[in-house]
């Protein structure tokens, strides 16, 4: 992609320059304040969550970054106020902003390549001192615009029509300076796209693409002046591309913000449920079935209390656990565990492999979690199995096969014992998830549970 972006930019930059017909700027007032505001817009927007995100990071490049975006909001807005109003005309001067885009276009080159460090400084004080000094550069430029020489170039009143102009024809310095802006817009892109591809940091990677945007833009106001006047060149097409994927950086940063923050909310009250199922409604089953167990004697229904409390806390154990572990957790370590406790309970052994190719979606990830414990413990309770192995492959289709050595029993005949419900649970999951459940069992030869996924 960043390859694609900079051949596209190039093409059309060289055209450009091999085309007299694109070397002419266009007279356009309402155009060059709309670009001003633009970038004034984007800027303050993006300067201002790269504050927040300092706030939470306290990073050096993050501070760096922010603080040149400021100083380059404050030349904008300057620049803007002369353009709307005309004052230009009256000798006051744009070279201001422009020594104020030089000081921005260097910090994001510095910020590009500067360490990922977390500072230990008081992060609302290192906030509250970079705007302090950004309202000192806005009330410096307007000195400046009165101190400083106004630049020659042609006024847009009473042109209607596109101005041709000689490459490299504006004032000398303001040449240099589109030419450093150029070479610093080209270092932050290679900084952040270094960035990106060192920590994984999408919104490193959208800077680097905008700031290879912006670099041609300078390229061609280079070519073609007319930053500072009322015109609009090709220069002005790229920097609104620029400052609009900035835009969309921001918020693809401000959305993957609040998904962590909802994550975290959802994954802390996923918690504090697991703790009140474990303070509460599990202690109370364990005090049932130890109750109704040293009562049972010879009584089958205190037994038969005794085995249905038992069954309900391992029910709440695997909720418990379902709800404890975190949201992205991989599916084998949730199995293996889940299916470990189970059998651990029974004083049985497990053997948990499964296929590193097999991609499992949360949703099924459950279903068959529960379809494993269903079948643990139907093998160490019935079937008195003492070796349980749990296997999901993906070839030639995806499938859960959970095998015991225990006893055994005719499916068939499966419907009116008690562990009749567990298998009909089994195989409702299955269908659920768009799978099919087969069991093949015979007295004596253990049992296997297959779950064929689609």
Not at 123 to 134: D, G, H, K, T, Y
Not at 318 to 333: K, T, Y
Request: aromatic content about 6%.
């Amino acid at each position: 992609m960043r390859l694609d972006i900079a051949v596209a930019c190039l093409l059309i930059t060289v055209a450009v320059v091999a085309i007299p017909a694109l070397h002419a700027v266009y007279p356009s007032p309402t155009a060059r304040a709309a670009v001003q505001t633009t970038s004034l817009l984007g800027g303050l927007l993006l300067a201002y969550l790269l504050f927040g995100r300092f706030g939470r990071t306290g990073r050096l490049d993050d501070l760096l970054l922010a603080n040149a975006l400021s100083i380059g909001v404050c030349g904008n807005f300057v620049l803007l106020v002369l353009l709307v109003g005309n004052l230009q005309a009256h000798g006051l001067s744009a070279w201001a902003p422009a020594l104020a885009q030089l000081v921005s276009g260097a910090g994001t080159a510095v910020a590009a390549f500067a360490p990922a460090r977390e500072l230990t400084v008081d992060r609302a004080s290192a906030a509250r001192r970079s705007a302090l000094i950004a309202a000192s550069v806005t009330g410096l430029l307007v000195v400046m615009i009165v101190a400083l020489p106004g630049l020659d170039w042609p006024a847009a009143a009473g042109v209607a029509h596109p101005v041709s102009l000689r490459l490299f024809s504006g004032p000398a310095g303001v040449l240099a300076v589109q030419g450093f802006l150029a070479l610093a817009s080209a270092l932050a892109a290679v900084g952040f796209s270094r960035k990106a591809d060192m920590e994984g940091d999408e919104f490193a990677h959208l800077l680097g693409l905008s700031f290879a945007l912006g670099a041609f833009a300078r390229v061609n106001y280079l070519l073609t002046p007319s930053l500072y006047t009322p015109f609009v060149s090709m220069g002005d097409l790229f920097r609104m591309s620029s400052w609009m994927l900035m835009l969309w950086a921001a918020a693809r940063e401000i959305r993957a913000h609040w998904d962590g923050v909802s994550a975290a909310a959802t994954l802390e009250e996923r918690r504090r449920l697991a703790r009140d199922l474990h303070d509460g409604l599990a202690q109370e089953l364990a005090f049932i079935g130890r109750r109704s167990r040293r009562g049972a004697g010879g009584d089958p229904r205190l037994a038969e209390l005794a085995a249905a409390a038992d069954r309900a806390l391992v029910e709440s154990r695997r909720a418990i656990a379902a709800l404890s572990m975190p949201l992205d957790e991989r599916f084998e370590v949730v199995l293996a565990r889940t299916a470990e406790d189970i059998a651990a309970r029974a004083g049985a052994r497990v053997e948990v492999a499964v296929d590193a190719a097999v991609r499992v979606e949360r949703d099924h990830a459950e279903a068959l979690i529960r379809i494993v414990c269903e079948a643990v413990q139907n093998a160490t309770r019935h079937g008195r199995a003492d070796a349980i192995r749990v296997e999901m492959t993906g070839r030639p289709q995806p499938r859960l096969v959970v095998r015991d050595n225990g006893s055994g029993f005719e499916p068939d005949a499966a419907g009116g014992r008690r562990a009749g419900f567990g298998l009909v649970s089994m195989g409702e999951r299955a269908a659920a998830i768009g799978g099919r459940l087969e069991i093949r069992s015979a007295p004596g030869e253990g049992t296997r549970v297959e779950v064929q996924l689609p």
